[in-house]
């Protein structure tokens, strides 16, 4: 007979079938399940559900006094905290204006020139090089870039369809003319492979939602898989196919990071880097803000704002006093 499993276990159990159900994003389900995780171990193991407001709140107090967290990872574990309590296991906490959100600064973006994009991307090579180029020319994050597949790249209208973006929404993008022919060479490489993944009984790729009961050799269609596959085959342990997934973000980032040092560039530029670049060379280049903000995705047209911000800043809206002495 096997052993029952602890009940707080059971318990991120239901918190991620409540996520799926709603079709929340895979990191915001590990995110909960892990402050979930953290808030129950910070309070030794007793079951949320004989705590309320005043535990919540020491753990949040814990966060911010103790462990210093950001404002926006505050944020986080208090709806992940509420969205446990609310919607698994179905209590309203007692005074919830006592879980306070943490007030975010407002930061504004590092921002490269063309100049010290153009010396980062010299530094870089192969696919981590197309897949950087590409984040700056289209504005992508660099999550909804590995999670590309090869139907959503239309070279003949020169556009990338951008599907569950932040906020699960799809949008469109541009795809550079200057890596056009690049991507398609890449494409026609990764396709070679994918027939011969095929051919061994390899091939198949994870579909979203309830696509592999509607469609189920889809999976192995080559509309369907990654732009940018792993280099390694593996075997889906719930269903035994074996395929590649998405290269993992981690190995863009790590080339990134090298390429800013080698660049000498005294900047912390990273991969997202690249889409806040793209946002202000647009709106230097006198493109309208509303076509901006439809690039990128952005739900309020003010949180595509904090780029002219950006252009102000240096310089290239107001002329200094001190350039008339």
């Known amino acids: 007979m096997r052993d029952r499993k602890p009940d707080h276990l059971l318990l991120l159990d239901d918190l991620r079938s409540r996520i799926r159900a709603r079709h929340m994003s895979r990191r915001t389900e590990q995110a909960y399940a892990s402050w979930a995780d953290r808030y129950i171990r910070f309070h030794r193991g007793r079951h949320p559900a004989r705590m309320g407001t005043r ?20 944020n986080q574990a208090a709806s992940a905290l509420l969205f446990l309590y609310r919607e698994v296991l179905g209590l309203e906490v007692e005074r919830p204006g006592r879980v306070v959100r943490a007030r975010s600064p407002t930061r504004l973006p590092v921002v490269l020139t063309p100049t010290e994009v153009r010396s980062i991307l010299d ?6 090089r197309l897949i950087a180029t590409l984040l700056y020319g289209s504005g992508m994050r660099l999550m909804e870039c590995m999670r590309l597949r090869v139907k959503d790249v239309d070279f003949e209208r020169r556009e990338i369809l951008i599907r569950e973006g932040k906020g699960d929404r799809d949008r469109v993008s541009m795809l550079p003319e200057r890596i056009r022919g690049e991507l398609g060479r890449h494409l026609q490489v990764a396709r070679d492979r994918h027939d011969r993944d095929v051919g061994s009984g390899a091939g198949w790729v994870a579909l979203p939602s309830a696509l592999e009961r509607k469609l189920p050799n889809a999976g192995r269609e080559w509309a369907w898989q990654w732009v940018f596959p792993a280099t390694r085959i593996h075997a889906d342990p719930a269903t035994g196919r074996r395929g590649r997934h998405h290269l993992h973000p981690s190995c863009v980032q790590r080339a ?13 530029a990273t991969c ?6 793209f946002a202000t060379h647009l709106l230097e280049a006198g493109y309208d803000i509303r076509t901006v903000q439809k690039l990128l995705g952005h739900r309020n047209v003010r949180t595509t704002m904090l780029y002219t ?13 001190a350039d008339q002495l």
């Open 55 to 74: 535990e919540i709140d020491a753990f949040l107090t814990y966060l911010s006094v103790r462990r210093g967290v950001a404002a926006s990872t505050h």
């Open 123 to 128: 530094r870089m090579q192969g696919t981590h």
């Open 256 to 268: 990134v990071t090298e390429a800013v040092r080698r660049s000498g560039i005294p900047k912390r």
């Open 272 to 277: 997202h880097t690249f889409r806040h670049s």
């Open 309 to 321: 911000h950006v252009l102000n800043e240096g310089g290239m809206g107001v002329r200094s006093p």
